[in-house]
Every structure is written in structure tokens, then in C-alpha cells.
């Protein structure tokens, strides 16, 4: 299980850290898609779409990296009434709770993308890229992603947190 924890960790965070590009890219074509509206005259039919699929694609990827780091959204007010012993095994049924709800998410999700991936739809905009079906399978690999990371995080010892984020609170 160790190896499992350690491979599942290091895809997370290769997977979060690579989403940067993605992050980039779309500021660019956001500072080329002003330059071509207001100096140029002439706005582009694409960037638009393309932007919003870059980012996207950025926090659907990011979802391991943010659960194997436990940087997501937490009430630690919990933590500081019941004492690490509790606080630990309340961590763990919230990770079994959330594998229960990202399972069915990917279940619900998994007809849809079948559907798209036989017969791929567009957009229907002036680009008409296949947005729809990128969009609908990316959330099913995401989803898998975040499953593979809550399990990861399942058989990872809790830890205490860093003084960083205790001077937050």
C-alpha cells in the first residue's frame, strides 16, 4: 500500500504542478485576444472558448494535487473542539463519505461520456470545437483522479497541521 500511496501522491502533484502551463496559456491568449480586439479590430472567434477550456482543464487536473496536499476547503473549527484523536477519525469517514460521493459522480458521469466519445458534440458556437465531449471526459478522468488520491489519503497517517496554516485559522 505504501507504493500505492507514493505513485498515486507523485501523479497528483506531477498532474497539479503541469496544470502552470495551462494556467499560462490561457493568459496569453487572453493578452493576444486584446491586442487583436483593440489594437487589431479584428477580435478572434476562438480564444474565448479556448481560454475557458484551458481553465478548465487546469482545476478539473488540479483536484489530486489539492486533496493529496489537504488544501482544500476545511472547517477547523471541529478540530480544535474535539482533540486530534477524534479529529483524525472524523477525517477518515469524511474521505470514506467523499469516495462515496466522487464514486457516484463518476457513475453518473460514465453514460454521458460514452455518449459523447460514440457521437462527439460541438459546441455549436462560430469555433464549434468539441468542447462538450472533451469537457464530459475530463470530468470522468478527474473524477477517477480525485478517487485514486482519496484512497491514497485514506492510508496516509494523519498529519498535524503546519504551523502555517494554524496562524491562518
Given at each position: 500500500m505504501k507504493y500505492y500511496v507514493a505513485f498515486v501522491s507523485r501523479m497528483s502533484v506531477f498532474f497539479g504542478k503541469a496544470c502552470g502551463?495551462?494556467?499560462?496559456?490561457?493568459?496569453?491568449?487572453?493578452?493576444?485576444?486584446?491586442?487583436?480586439r483593440y489594437a487589431m479590430g479584428k477580435p478572434t472567434a476562438w480564444t474565448s472558448e479556448t481560454i475557458m477550456v484551458?481553465?478548465?482543464?487546469a482545476w478539473m487536473l488540479c483536484?489530486?494535487?489539492?486533496?493529496?496536499?489537504?488544501?482544500h476547503i476545511t472547517v477547523t473549527t471541529m478540530e480544535l473542539l474535539v482533540g486530534p484523536k477524534i479529529w483524525?477519525?472524523?477525517?477518515?469517514?469524511?474521505?470514506?463519505?467523499?469516495?462515496?460521493?466522487?464514486?457516484?459522480?463518476i457513475i453518473m458521469l460514465w453514460d454521458p461520456m460514452l455518449k459523447v466519445i460514440n457521437a462527439p458534440?460541438?459546441?455549436g458556437s462560430a469555433?464549434?470545437?468539441?468542447?462538450p465531449t472533451y469537457v464530459k471526459t475530463m470530468l470522468v478522468?478527474?473524477?477517477?483522479?480525485?478517487?485514486?488520491?482519496?484512497?491514497?489519503?485514506?492510508?496516509?497517517?494523519s498529519q498535524p497541521a503546519d504551523d502555517t496554516s494554524k496562524s491562518e485559522r
Open positions: 502551463v495551462f494556467y499560462l496559456t490561457a493568459v496569453g491568449l487572453s493578452i493576444f485576444e486584446i491586442f487583436m484551458l481553465v478548465a482543464t483536484v489530486g494535487a489539492v486533496t493529496q496536499q489537504r488544501r483524525g477519525r472524523m477525517k477518515k469517514v469524511a474521505i470514506v463519505l467523499s469516495m462515496v460521493g466522487v464514486s457516484g459522480l458534440q460541438t459546441s469555433f464549434d470545437p468539441p468542447t478522468f478527474a473524477g477517477f483522479l480525485y478517487l485514486l488520491q482519496l484512497i491514497a489519503n485514506l492510508f496516509t497517517p
